[in-house]
């Protein structure tokens, strides 16, 4: 992001997601998810990749940005939704020593910026109490697998796929606006998208869907026994989609998987990526009671894709 006076954001950086703006807080990860593409980016080995560092100058970084943003008040209003983060997790074990992911979400917070976290660690509870109560944020988790045996082979040190969705309950509870990310969807009856939708649709405000990128697949197939299908997605989208429309679920489609649908024939509406679909207000995220609650500001009638037989 840039302005007539070149300043160049140094810890809000544009991304490819669906959230347009990231921040990372730490290099590597120590979850070791066999799929992640985030150590491609950083152009790592796995054994390097799972011995993180904190990002020290992030926290000095965020506030000279903000520093910036608050005197271009046109530049801010442009940043609409902040992933925190996109190539690491800011919730892995580390940050329980070095808290720079709290420091950041605070000075968020502190200066009204929005962002939407995605974990797959329930450490992010322990930040509950910020969170709460700021109407810019959602707090999401990836979910790609409810099977904890696969579970372990794809995302060998992450949280259990039974604590996510509890860690989810429980931010709902809080009246927190939540997030559920089911990808990498793998083309196995283990990582069922719709058993996943019916396990958390209590909790999760908004669900994302998106298919494997096959960079990994030689070494998945070698250790999961899973084969990449791209038939398997087109089949599974075609019943998803509709599922998701019946049952009034607001959802949206990852960037990538929306360029594969479109190309094998499903059709869609004006793309509404995550960043497109506003917060639920607190007045608006009724605590949970054990029973589905609807957001009309995240209604499906604008969700991100209508199928056409394939
Ligand atoms: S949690 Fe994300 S960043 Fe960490 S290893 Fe898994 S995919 Fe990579």
Redesign the pocket.
Known sequence: MENKSSYKTKAIKESKTSFCWSINCYDG?????L?????VIRRKKYAH??QPAPRSNVVGDLKKDIDWLNKNPGAKQKIRDIMV?A???GY?DMELVHRITRQVVKQLIDNGLPFTVL???RNVLQDAELFRGYDKCRVGF?VATLDDNLRKQL?PF?SPADDRCEALAELKSKGIATYCSVEPMMPDNRSDPIAIVDRLRDYVDLFEFGKWNPYFRKCIQAKTGIVYDEDYYVKVFAKLIPYLETKGISYCIAKHSEGFLKARGFSFIPAQLVTDRPYPKPSDVHVCAGVRVAHPNTSPSTSAALPVTP
């Open positions: 990860c120590s979850h070791g998810c799929y992640c593409y985030g150590r990749w799972i983060c190539i690491t997790d892995q974990t797959k660690n990836t995302e992450a």
